[in-house]
Structure formats: C-alpha cells, structure tokens
C-alpha cells in the first residue's frame, strides 16, 4: 500500500526524460568520452594512500 504514488511519479520522470527534448552539447560530450579533458579525481594508481582508520582498526580488535 501507497506506492501508487511513488510509482505514478517515477512514471511521470521517465516520461519526461524520454520525450522531452533537450539541448545537447555534442561538442562537450565529445571531449568528455574521448578523455582529452584532465578530469582524473584522485591519486594516479601508483601512489599509495594512507587510510586514516587503520589506527582504529588495531584499536577495535584489542
């Protein structure tokens, strides 16, 4: 019981999504999916980083 809502509102988003039209920049895409743009978040795989909870991890087990 009352999902009938949710499920009428999601209903409605999709149909928007899949009917409406929108404003594409293939340009932006583009760039986006051939990785010309420095958009790497994080460290680069050969550096290892430090996690800040292996101290509580030894605490928590004694």
Known sequence: MGRGRAKAK????ARELKYSSHNT???ALQRELS????SHVG???DEQTE????????DYRR
């Not at 999601?10 to 988003?13: N, W």
């Open 43 to 45: 460290p680069p795989d």
């Open 10 to 13: 999601q209903t409605k988003v």
């Open 35 to 38: 990785g010309s743009g420095q």
């Open 25 to 27: 920049d293939f340009d």
């Open 51 to 58: 996690d800040p909870y292996d101290d509580y991890d030894d």
